[in-house]
C-alpha cells in the first residue's frame, strides 16, 4: 500500500506541473520594425505578428504607445497556435529630419514575457510636394504653346481647368480686360520621362489665349484632382 502522504504529494505535484503547463505563450516575429525612409507629414504604419506559442487563449491586456503620435490598433484575444497583429500608425507631422524611434509597450496574460517592449525604428525625409512643377514661370513670347511637366506619386492625376488671369490696371490691352480667360489645354501622363524618387510624370500642353496680341502680365491657374493641391498658381507673360 503507497501512503497517503506520498499519493497526496504525487497528486500535488503532478497538478502543479500541469498549472504550468496550460499557460499562453506569446512570440514576437520581430522585436523591432523597420519602416525605412518616410516623408515628414506622413503617416507612417508598422505591424508586429504575434503567435500564442502555449495552449490558453492569449490576452493582450493594453498595448501602450510611447507618444500621442502613434495610435495602436491591435488582436485583444489570440488563440493556442494561432497568430495576431498589433498595428501601430505614427503621425510624422512636425518630426525632424533623419532618423527617428518609437516604442509600443505590450502587457498580456503570458506566462512568461507578460510585458514587452516593441520599436518603431524610421528615418524621416522631407516632405515631398504634392506636385512638381517643371516651370515657375511662363513666357509665351509669340509661342502658340508652352508645355509643363507635372510630377506626383498620384497615378491618377488629372487637371480639370486651366484660366489665365491678367494683373489688370489701366494698361491692360482689350483682349485681357475680361479675366479670367479659359485656355485650352491637354493633359495626358507620359513615360519619357523615368525620375529617380520613383513619381509619375505628366505632360501638361498650354496654348495661348492672346497669340500675336499685346503682351499682358498674369497668372494660369491650373486646377487638378489632387486632396492636397488642387490648384496650382504660375505667373507668366503672353505676348
Known amino acids: 500500500m503507497i501512503p497517503i502522504r506520498k499519493t497526496l504529494a504525487a497528486l500535488l505535484a503532478t497538478a502543479g506541473a500541469v498549472a ?15 519602416g525605412g525612409n518616410a516623408a515628414e507629414g506622413s503617416v507612417l504604419k508598422a505591424q508586429f505578428k504575434i503567435t500564442n506559442t502555449g495552449n490558453e487563449p492569449l490576452k493582450l491586456t493594453s498595448v501602450r504607445p510611447g507618444c500621442g503620435c502613434t495610435v495602436v490598433s491591435y488582436d485583444s484575444v489570440i488563440a ?5 497583429f498589433i498595428k501601430p500608425e505614427v503621425n ?26 516593441l520599436t518603431i525604428e524610421f528615418n524621416v525625409t522631407a516632405r ?27 497615378t491618377d ?45 505628366y505632360k501638361l500642353e498650354i496654348s495661348s489665349p ?16 489632387h486632396p492636397d493641391k488642387k490648384d496650382i498658381t504660375i505667373g507668366g507673360r503672353i505676348r
Do not use: C
Request: net charge neutral.
Open 210 to 225: 492672346g497669340a500675336g496680341k499685346e503682351s499682358v502680365l498674369g497668372n494660369f491657374e491650373i486646377t487638378t484632382n
Open 80 to 84: 493556442p497556435g494561432k497568430s495576431g
Open 20 to 34: 504550468v503547463f496550460a499557460a499562453p505563450e506569446i512570440k514576437v516575429e520581430k522585436m523591432t520594425y523597420n
Open 157 to 201: 492625376l488629372a487637371v480639370s481647368d486651366v484660366v489665365f488671369k491678367s494683373q489688370g490696371g489701366q494698361n491692360v490691352p482689350g483682349w485681357a480686360a475680361n479675366t479670367p480667360q479659359k485656355i485650352k489645354f491637354s493633359f495626358a501622363p507620359t513615360n519619357d520621362i523615368v525620375r529617380d524618387d520613383g513619381l509619375k510624370t
Open 92 to 117: 510624422l507631422k512636425g518630426f525632424s529630419i533623419g532618423p527617428n524611434s518609437r516604442g509600443v509597450t505590450v502587457n498580456s496574460n503570458a506566462g512568461k514575457d507578460p510585458v514587452l517592449h
Open 128 to 154: 515631398q510636394e504634392a506636385i512638381a512643377v517643371s516651370e515657375n514661370y511662363l513666357d509665351f513670347d509669340g509661342a502658340a504653346k508652352l508645355t509643363l511637366l507635372l510630377a506626383s506619386a498620384k
